[in-house]
């Protein structure tokens, strides 16, 4: 199961209220960012791309909570900056374990394993390890070597203590769908509960902006990766947007779905742009111009988006809009479809072999200048923003 039953049922009687409820926009998951401060510095993150005051800066515990019921969401996820270098982090956490919110705490695993004794194994809580892939695609995408292995040996670590533990992968041009499908195999067998996979977002704040995906391309290549799938694979995102990424459903985004609060308040209007904040999440439902989103608005920031955190509330909506949309879940969740296609098969045999080139370190101290290092070749630099 890609969740426990006690989730899959809150998430189910919250969505079923709210649509008792007549609520047009509803939310789903807190995207909670309690700090920018980070350990890696990679090169297709916008988010730590602040000033050296801005780094440094962190929302209390107090202020998390009030986030959290002030939205309502029965899911919490705290991405970042790395939540680990945050030093009230156990306490956050387990104040909205207190509170029955599931929490998905997002880490590079870099700090896991020595800070793993700080919290208690829960239902309410999964450690949630951004992985990018094997070895060599992990290591390039974060930008340090010997990330991969630091990151598998805190996920062995937290499994072994009786945590709940799950992936998140975010793919970008140049990824190899056989190496991600063989990073799939690895991290079952290393007991995690269950993966996320997501499109990157071409963030303009990113040192590399090379290697985003169009949607073409990603539909391609997510076809390739998730047809003819084992049924060992766990994945904790909903079905339907996991056919979203394949191109075999099409969802307007759903902004409100995620909603993120940091250190500037409630974030307009998604947790991917920044066209303002507001002071409460009403204020934030109420105050943003939300036809200005989404790929059908025209917004050419929103052309080629297909993130996790703009669609997958889009995937739960349709689940409990119509008959159909019901009916179609029922069945992923009960028959769970390995999505057998030749085609795919034959893209997957056809696909050539990426190769990274030399391995680039990103030095975060300035944030401000970001100085790009290779492992193997002249320095060179770019500018961060
Ligand atoms: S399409 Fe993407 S960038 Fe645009 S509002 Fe939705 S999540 Fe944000």
Not at 10 to 25: A, D, E, P, W
Not at 103 to 117: D, Q, S
Not at 145 to 152: S, V, Y
Not at 305 to 333: P, W
Request: charged share 20%.
């Amino acid at each position: 199961m890609a969740v426990p039953v006690s989730q899959a049922f809150t998430v189910m009687s919250y969505v079923l209220k709210q649509k008792l409820k007549g609520r047009k926009r509803y939310p789903l998951v807190l995207m909670l960012e309690p700090l920018f401060r980070c350990n890696l510095a990679c090169a297709g993150c916008g988010k730590i791309q602040y000033p050296a005051h801005i780094l440094k800066a962190e929302l209390t515990p107090e202020q998390c909570w009030a986030a959290a019921e002030e939205c309502g969401t029965p899911m919490v996820s705290i991405p970042g900056g790395e939540p680990l270098l945050h030093p009230q982090m156990p306490e956050i956490v387990a104040g909205l374990v207190a509170r029955k919110k599931y929490v998905y705490m997002c880490t590079n695993a870099l700090l896991l394993k020595e800070k793993l004794h700080l919290f208690k194994p829960s239902k309410y809580l999964s450690f949630s390890v951004h992985l990018d892939g094997e070895k060599e695609h992990h290591d390039f995408g974060v930008c340090r070597e010997g990330g991969h292995d630091i990151a598998m040996e805190g996920i062995r670590a937290a499994v072994a203590a009786g945590f709940r533990v799950t992936t998140n992968t975010t793919l970008f041009d140049g990824a190899d769908p056989n190496s991600v499908r063989r990073h799939f195999d690895q991290i079952m067998e290393a007991g995690v509960e269950s993966m996320m996979l997501s499109p990157g977002y071409t963030y303009d704040k990113a040192p590399d902006q090379q290697h985003f995906l169009g949607k073409a391309k990603s539909r391609r290549m997510f076809r390739a990766i998730l047809s003819n799938r084992k049924k060992s694979w766990e994945f904790n995102t909903h079905p339907l947007f996991s056919e979203f990424l394949m191109g075999k459903q099409d969802f307007e985004c759903t902004p409100w779905g995620m909603p993120t609060y940091s250190i500037f308040g409630w974030q307009k209007p998604c947790y991917l742009l920044q066209d303002g904040y507001a002071d409460t999440f009403q204020e934030l439902l109420d105050a943003t111009e939300w036809e200005n989103y989404g790929a059908k608005s025209g917004n050419p920031r929103c052309a080629n988006c297909m993130v996790h955190s703009g669609h997958e509330a889009s995937a739960v909506d349709y689940n409990f809009s119509s008959l159909k949309g019901f009916i179609q879940t029922a069945k992923r969740y009960m028959f769970k479809p390995t999505y057998d296609d030749a085609d795919a098969m034959k893209l997957l045999n056809e696909w050539p072999k990426t190769s990274h080139g030399p391995l680039v370190q990103i030095d975060n101290a300035a944030s401000t200048n970001v100085v790009v290092k290779t492992t193997v070749q002249e320095s060179s630099a770019v500018s961060g923003d």
